[in-house]
């Protein structure tokens, strides 16, 4: 079978509970060979996070590309880094041809819709996973809004997301709560 698409899943988070949103989605895309998975990960910690929640096997069938800084740039940014994702930001910015080379990137946090914004004409798709076991307060931002799909937990939060604008029926399923896997 001939993979048609790359997908990439977007671990650029600093904190590693992050990881648990989508590393059960991209071993199940991995599992069908439809697509090329690539794992875009921020540091070693949060590589290593994902590799010990994908069942057997998972981890040799994607590409792993790790959205390195410059060693210089890295110790700068450091100290900012606790003040403002400043950090993730800059690995954002730093990897744009990596992203524009991908045809959908699937994410748990709304940061990467930077790199849409930058991109323009040549951003793929992009899809997000928000937090949460589908029965809960659902938070909302407005830049929400600028995903092209949406893989939520519960109707609950389908209704939500409607009903605060972010998101019609169509462009969102429910999924169940990834993180459980």
């Keep these: ?3 048609t698409s790359r997908i990439l899943f977007l671990f650029n988070h600093d904190a590693a509970h992050q990881a648990a949103h989508i590393a059960s989605l991209a071993a199940e895309v991995a599992n069908r060979d439809q697509a090329e998975v690539i794992v ?3 540091t070693d910690a949060i590589r290593q996070t994902v590799e010990s929640l994908l069942p057997a096997g998972a981890a040799q069938r994607m590409t792993w ?3 390195s800084l410059p060693p210089l740039t890295d110790a700068v940014l450091a100290p900012l880094n606790k003040l403002a994702p400043v950090r993730r930001l800059k690995r954002l ?3 744009l041809d990596l992203f524009a080379s991908v045809d959908l990137i699937v994410s748990p946090e709304r940061t ?3 790199v849409k914004r930058k991109l323009g ?3 793929p798709k992009f899809i997000f996973v928000p937090h949460g076991a589908g029965d809960r307060s659902v938070t909302y931002h407005p830049e929400m809004a600028q995903f092209d799909y949406m893989l939520v937990s519960g109707q609950k939060v389908v209704d939500e997301m409607q009903a605060h604008g972010i998101i ?3 462009r969102c399923d429910v999924i169940g709560y990834p993180k459980f896997d």
């Design 112 to 114: 990467c819709l930077r």
């Design 168 to 170: 019609s029926p169509e």
């Design 93 to 95: 910015d730093q990897h």
């Design 65 to 67: 590309t790790e959205l």
């Design 40 to 42: 875009a990960y921020g």
């Design 121 to 123: 004409a040549r951003a």
């Design 1 to 3: 079978m001939t993979k």
